[in-house]
């Protein structure tokens, strides 16, 4: 298998529509003085709402009390799983 062939072979197709709830990931460092682990903290957090979708692969998220929380690459966002009720 060549290497152009077997670079994308897990990576999935995802788009987002405006108001879906996603989980974004979690990017954090270690504090040795706040005796924080990152190796221990939540991989994603959320759920954020879709704001706005400014290209294929970024989007502008918001957070419940609708506050902007920044734009996000697509590779960092997972979709939020539907209610069963």
């Given amino acids: 298998m060549s290497i152009v062939k077997s670079?994308?072979?897990?990576r999935r197709e995802t788009q987002f529509l405006k108001n879906e709830l996603v989980w974004r990931r979690n990017y954090v460092l270690s504090d040795k003085a706040q005796f924080?682990?990152?190796k221990l903290a939540p991989k994603f957090v959320g759920p954020f709402t879709i704001a706005k979708r400014l290209s294929p692969w970024t989007y502008e998220l918001k957070d419940?009390?609708?506050k902007s929380c920044g734009v996000w690459h697509a590779k960092d966002l997972k979709a939020?799983?539907?209610d069963d009720e």
């Fill in 7 to 10: 670079y994308d072979l897990r």
């Fill in 64 to 66: 419940s009390k609708d």
């Fill in 36 to 38: 924080y682990t990152a």
């Fill in 80 to 82: 939020h799983p539907p």
